[in-house]
């Protein structure tokens, strides 16, 4: 009887007078004909998706849309990415994305189009790129499966016509894997060689990556550095010293920047917005590090909401509304995290496939030679996969759902490398089994992530779930039918990937702001929240555009500021930067600031404890105490919720 050690080394039988099975999914050797023309149309139908109509999805995140704009106006602003154009403090990222997307902005001119087209492209280059890796070890049919169910994530096509920092963030990493493939492709024993000048570059990828999300760009490493030590070529010394080269590209690609930020003279560049003692380093392993993980208690940063805002101000879901908002932060920390709510909906819709075909494909190579490629796949994916979840499972501050974006390039490769090489091996009764189990289980934990917005096209999920059943009956009787073994294949792929793609082109129709984005169909439970960058009072935006001081206005937070710098581009000062907790600004300059005429008004929200989320109402910090001070020396006119003082009476 066969067993799966005898699917891994037995070869597929050919029919009488027919080709090996395995051609007419790979064909012959070298490349195939339809390889070329699969990946160009590939490329051409996700450059169509990511950018259609971007024109009109609006700022995205309002707070990263100021850094964009302010970018464009100051070459100083651009290069520390601040939040106004006067420099009073950054964004709470590294400045890498923000580069991007201003450059675009001065070459075409700031707008929604200029913003989020690079955003896009990325998306494009991540999805040819994961192509490339995956193809050199599994075959150009893997490669193609990989990068068309990266593409059809929802969760990557969301973040990918997005204006957050995990587009330019994934390009990096998966680029950083390609050359990591590339290093163990090598098969040189000698230090100077090839396979050091790819991991070396490997590690400068993953050095911007840093630039653009800080440490969540090195989540994937254990993955990276795994496939080295297992699978490179040379002794385990040679690999050793590849890796530490690696490391110290690393470094020096991310460290120029902080070391650039601490020698600048503090008083003439911006506050480093997020952390407490104005550095990035701190901000680096602090707010958007060890504080992620542990429980962030000293930095400028922001839990996740306690209480959802007031109900009347949440949009009617059935018109399709801006999606954002309290929704999007996750369930609390755990290892079913991922399975939950928003979560799996964004991003794991082949997640039981790949785990299968992660345990399959660990259990058939694992008496293969240690320079092995197919095992190799197997354990620089799953390695990236299981190092990341590990991490975003038990993540305890500031998280959010569209985090899982950097699980999908991992989940599609070990997808598409299990389902070829079981395919491969489909003359026996284990391969078969197997693969009818990623794809029934496909089918079922399609259903369970459809039944979360149990009102929209309720008739898909038990479409998808018979196509499912009928692809998985298929393929255990596959070798029945040889001269229909490609359709078969064929008929189980489309039917694994329909939910995810229906789901995806359903994200892609919803325009998105704010700074928690959700993927799929509206959701009450989702809408409104903080930072949406509503368009702002227009009585207050013509007050704000008539103002000729250095800053128009000041507000606690960037809640305020964002939208009226986006609307008028006039400059504001956010008091405390994003959450109104960092102490970049003390009462005795800001009273400086006003006795010199540099700021017009001073805004307050009138919110209730649901309505908003200002995050520096303690008494005891700065914003506080300049809240204080102006109530107490100015009078104000209320423009709408805002109240507006005039600090040049």
């Known amino acids: 009887m066969a067993t799966m050690t005898s699917v891994a080394e037995e070869a597929v039988p050919a029919g009488?007078?027919?080709?090996?099975?395995?051609?007419?999914?790979?064909?012959?050797?070298?490349?195939?004909?339809?390889?070329?023309?699969?990946?160009?149309?590939?490329?051409?139908?996700?450059?169509?998706?990511?950018?259609?109509?971007?024109?009109?999805?609006g700022w995205g995140n309002p707070f990263y849309a100021a850094a964009v704009q302010s970018g464009t106006k100051s070459w100083k602003a651009l290069l520390f990415a601040s939040m106004d154009p006067q420099n009073?403090?950054?964004?709470?990222?590294?400045?890498?994305?923000?580069?991007?997307?201003?450059?675009?902005?001065?070459?075409?001119?700031?707008?929604?189009?200029?913003?989020?087209?690079?955003?896009?492209?990325?998306?494009?280059?991540?999805?040819?790129?994961?192509?490339?890796?995956v193809k050199r070890w599994a075959?150009?049919?893997?490669?193609?499966?990989?990068?068309?169910?990266?593409?059809?994530?929802?969760?990557?096509?969301?973040?990918?016509?997005?204006?957050?920092?995990?587009?330019?963030?994934?390009?990096?990493?998966?680029a950083g894997a390609y050359c990591t493939v590339r290093s163990v492709d090598s098969p040189s024993e000698r230090y100077w060689s090839a396979s050091t000048g790819w991991l070396a570059a490997a590690g400068v990828l993953m050095g911007f990556g840093f630039l653009a999300k800080m440490m969540q760009a090195f989540l994937v490493l254990p993955g990276l550095a795994l496939v080295v030590l297992v699978a490179g070529a040379g002794g385990w010394l040679l690999r050793v010293y590849r890796l530490l080269t690696a490391g110290l590209t690393l470094v020096l690609s991310a460290g120029w920047f902080v070391a650039l930020v601490a020698l600048w003279p503090a008083n003439s560049r911006p506050w480093i917005g997020g952390s407490t003692s104005n550095s990035l380093w701190q901000l680096a392993v602090d707010y958007n590090g060890l504080g992620r993980i542990m429980g962030n208690k000293n930095g400028g940063g922001h839990p996740a909401p306690?209480?959802?805002?007031?109900?009347?101000?949440?949009?009617?879901?059935?018109?399709?509304?801006?999606?954002?908002?309290?929704?999007?932060?996750?369930?609390?920390?755990?290892?079913?995290?991922?399975?939950?709510?928003?979560?799996?909906t964004e991003f794991s819709w082949l997640?039981?496939?790949?785990?299968?075909?992660?345990i399959a494909g660990l259990w058939l190579t694992r008496r293969a030679p240690r320079t092995d490629r197919v095992r190799a796949a197997f354990l620089l994916w799953g390695g990236w996969l299981l190092?990341?979840?590990?991490?975003?499972?038990?993540?305890?501050?500031?998280?959010?759902?569209?985090?899982?974006?950097?699980?999908?390039?991992?989940?599609?490769?070990?997808?598409?490398?299990?389902?070829?090489?079981?395919?491969?091996?489909?003359?026996?009764?284990?391969?078969?089994?197997?693969?009818?189990?990623?794809?029934?289980?496909?089918?079922?934990?399609?259903?369970?992530?459809?039944?979360?917005?149990?009102?929209?096209?309720?008739?898909?999920?038990?479409?998808?779930?018979?196509?499912?059943?009928?692809?998985?009956?298929?393929l255990l009787v596959v070798n029945n039918f040889r001269r229909f073994a490609l359709g078969i294949g064929v008929f189980a792929l489309v039917s694994g990937l329909l939910g995810s793609a229906v789901y995806?082109?359903?994200?892609?129709?919803?325009?998105?702001?704010?700074?928690?984005?959700?993927?799929?169909?509206?959701?009450?439970?989702?809408?409104?929240?903080?930072?949406?960058?509503?368009?702002p009072d227009p009585q207050l935006a013509a007050l704000i555009s008539a103002t000729g001081n250095r800053w128009a206005a000041a507000a606690t937070g960037s809640q305020d500021v964002t939208p009226l710098e986006l609307t008028t581009d006039k400059a504001l000062l956010a008091v405390g930067g994003f959450s109104g907790r960092d102490p970049s600004l003390s009462l005795d300059q800001f009273k400086q600031y006003v006795a010199n005429h540099e700021i017009g008004y001073f805004l307050v929200h009138n919110r209730d404890d649901n309505g908003g989320w200002h995050m520096g109402r303690d008494e005891?910090?700065?914003?506080?105490?300049?809240?204080?001070?102006?109530?107490?020396?100015?009078?104000?006119?209320?423009?709408?919720?805002?109240?507006?003082?005039n600090l040049n009476p």
Request: charged residues 10%; proline residues 9%; glycine residues 12%.
């Open 504 to 535: 995806t082109v359903e994200t892609i129709s919803q325009v998105h702001l704010g700074g928690s984005p959700i993927a799929g169909p509206p959701n009450p439970d989702h809408e409104g929240g903080f930072g949406r960058g509503g368009a």
């Open 88 to 133: 009073a403090i950054t964004v709470d990222k590294p400045p890498a994305s923000m580069w991007v997307m201003a450059l675009s902005g001065r070459v075409f001119g700031f707008n929604s189009w200029s913003m989020m087209a690079p955003q896009a492209i990325m998306g494009v280059v991540s999805v040819g790129l994961l192509f490339l890796a």
């Open 387 to 474: 190092s990341t979840a590990a991490v975003l499972s038990t993540m305890d501050h500031g998280f959010h759902s569209y985090y899982v974006m950097e699980l999908s390039p991992a989940v599609a490769a070990l997808a598409a490398v299990g389902a070829t090489q079981l395919w491969q091996r489909r003359a026996h009764w284990a391969a078969r089994v197997t693969l009818a189990l990623m794809v029934a289980g496909t089918g079922v934990w399609t259903v369970v992530l459809l039944n979360r917005t149990p009102d929209w096209l309720p008739w898909l999920r038990w479409t998808l779930l018979g196509l499912a059943i009928v692809a998985a009956v298929l």
């Open 351 to 358: 997640l039981i496939a790949a785990l299968i075909a992660l």
């Open 620 to 645: 005891k910090n700065d914003a506080a105490k300049i809240t204080a001070w102006v109530k107490a020396n100015f009078t104000s006119t209320k423009i709408g919720s805002i109240d507006v003082y």
């Open 306 to 344: 306690k209480a959802v805002p007031d109900p009347t101000a949440v949009p009617d879901p059935q018109q399709h509304g801006p999606k954002g908002g309290w929704g999007g932060f996750g369930s609390d920390p755990g290892p079913t995290r991922l399975f939950k709510g928003e979560l799996a």
């Open 16 to 57: 009488p007078g027919e080709p090996p099975q395995a051609v007419a999914l790979d064909g012959p050797p070298g490349r195939p004909r339809w390889e070329r023309p699969g990946i160009i149309g590939l490329l051409g139908a996700t450059t169509v998706l990511y950018l259609w109509g971007l024109g009109g999805v």
């Open 139 to 174: 075959g150009p049919a893997a490669g193609l499966i990989a990068a068309t169910a990266l593409a059809l994530t929802p969760v990557a096509a969301m973040m990918f016509r997005f204006n957050n920092p995990d587009a330019l963030m994934v390009l990096f990493i998966v």
